[in-house]
């Protein structure tokens, strides 16, 4: 993938990978380069937002991560020192972040999002998604109902749990990355996993 560049070579534009001008971008911003920084979040804004989205499933709570991450990013950019890739760091400070949001539901007993409706149990943020008039309303229903004993059984997990579980299963990240992103080792991700996927077939059993 690549992106121009600003650099020139003989009058002419040079093409350099998307790696590289991010580099710039990020050595631009750590000198005080305001702009670099702003095209910095941009290339990131969606997929952070999305991560938050994924792991919280709540609209709101996803926007306010979105904005301390990268105050977060702005404020400790200065220590980043290419030992890692970006994304890696980027996405270890979003994660943890969540998992801070996750922990303090446990601790509130935060009400969950699935709600008992008389079409049965229903995932509030899943009336956010838009339904097609002509689809099937029997199968809507259903998915109505899966999505909801889905984030049920998300909700049993441990914030840790979750938090592998969502990366792995909805972000498709390596275990590898998922260990460096939470701070432990790709074998720890596995178990870890391995538990959460074990106490989700447990929890959906009965239901599919």
């Known amino acids: 993938m690549y992106e ?3 650099t020139v ?6 093409a350099l990978p998307l790696e590289s001008v991010e ?3 990020i050595r631009a911003a750590q000198n005080g380069d305001g702009d670099a920084f702003e095209r910095l979040v941009r290339l990131y804004d969606q997929s952070v937002l999305r991560i938050a989205i994924n792991l919280l499933r709540s609209p709101d709570e996803a926007r306010d991560v979105y904005q301390e991450a990268f105050l977060k990013v702005y404020k400790n950019l200065s220590s980043f020192r290419f030992d890692c890739s970006f994304h890696t760091w980027l996405y270890r400070i979003v994660t943890n972040i969540c998992l801070d949001h996750l922990r303090r539901r446990k601790v509130r007993k935060e009400e969950s ?5 008389e079409d049965g149990l229903v995932d ?6 838009e339904e097609h008039p002509t689809g099937d309303p029997e199968r809507q229903m259903w998915n109505r109902q899966l999505s909801g ?3 049920l059984a998300l909700d049993a997990l441990t914030p840790r749990e979750r938090t592998v579980f969502e990366l792995r299963h909805y972000e498709g990240l ?5 260990g460096e992103m939470i701070g432990t080792s790709e074998e720890a991700a596995k178990n870890c996993l391995f538990r959460a996927t074990h106490k989700m077939r447990v929890s959906l059993e009965t239901f599919i």
């Open 174 to 178: 390596r275990l590898r990355a998922i």
């Open 23 to 25: 580099a710039e971008l």
């Open 149 to 151: 004993r889905i984030s």
């Open 113 to 117: 999002t699935v709600v008992q409706t």
């Open 4 to 6: 121009a560049a600003e």
């Open 9 to 14: 070579s003989a009058g002419v534009p040079v």
């Open 124 to 129: 509030r943020i899943s009336r956010v998604a």
